[in-house]
């Protein structure tokens, strides 16, 4: 499942449509997501990090990254680091032999978002930079887009730009 929104300026009209969510697709996408990620196409941290601590998983969810400095607004994936709580059974970190609903994903491994939250430690924040200027920038989740709407900046004009709920989709 996941819901999208519209981020529009009144005063220049941009506009952008953005994610949250996978649908699904999830359990493909995280695996998709772990195997780069393992093999460095996601940077030297993500690699290191899997390196160093072989029952680590990450959040593939969207998120929505902007650049307070060129004002770039960017849908990503969070892709922070977790390790499992000490007292999750090896059973419950080994995720193994897991069946989705949607495509041919039996025994695909993969962490759902809401099981980083019950099992899982943050343990990393993964470094975002922005695409068009290289600065950080600043991460907004779908828990947090109370946040986004007004205080967020136009790109195009500086203008305090909205977001609003747009739909769900799967």
Same mark, same amino acid.
């Given at each position: 499942?996941?819901?999208?929104?519209? *981020?529009?300026?009144?005063?220049?009209?941009?506009?952008?449509?953005?994610?949250?969510?996978?649908?699904?697709?999830?359990?493909?996408?995280? @695996?998709?997501?772990?195997?780069?990620?393992?093999?460095?196409?996601?940077?030297?941290?993500?690699?290191?990090?899997?390196?160093?601590?072989?029952?680590?998983?990450?959040?593939?969810?969207?998120?929505?990254?902007?650049?307070?400095?060129?004002?770039? *607004?960017?849908?990503?994936?969070?892709?922070?680091?977790?390790?499992?709580?000490?007292?999750?059974?090896?059973? @419950?970190?080994?995720?193994?032999?897991?069946?989705?609903?949607?495509?041919?994903?039996?025994?695909?491994?993969?962490?759902?978002?809401? @099981?980083?939250? @019950?099992?899982?430690?943050?343990?990393?924040?993964?470094?975002?930079?922005?695409?068009?200027?290289?600065?950080?920038?600043? *991460?907004?989740?779908?828990?947090? *887009?109370?946040?986004?709407?007004?205080?967020?900046?136009?790109?195009?004009?500086?203008?305090?730009?909205?977001?609003?709920?747009?739909?769900?989709?799967?």
């Amino acid at each position: 499942m996941g819901t999208f929104y519209r *981020i529009h300026c009144k005063k220049c009209g941009y506009e952008k449509h953005v994610g949250f969510g996978t649908g699904f697709l999830f359990p493909e996408v995280y @695996e998709k997501t772990v195997s780069a990620a393992k093999k460095g196409e996601l940077g030297e941290a993500l690699k290191k990090f899997f390196a160093q601590n072989p029952d680590g998983v990450i959040d593939v969810s969207n998120v929505i990254a902007v650049c307070p400095k060129c004002k770039n *607004i960017e849908e990503v994936k969070d892709l922070s680091m977790y390790l499992p709580k000490k007292d999750v059974s090896q059973r @419950e970190k080994n995720l193994n032999r897991r069946w989705s609903v949607a495509m041919p994903f039996y025994e695909k491994s993969y962490v759902i978002p809401w @099981e980083l939250k @019950e099992k899982y430690n943050l343990y990393e924040n993964y470094p975002h930079k922005c695409k068009k200027c290289g600065g950080d920038v600043k *991460i907004f989740d779908e828990e947090s *887009i109370e946040n986004f709407s007004g205080k967020c900046k136009c790109p195009r004009c500086n203008n305090k730009i909205e977001m609003q709920f747009a739909g769900m989709w799967d």
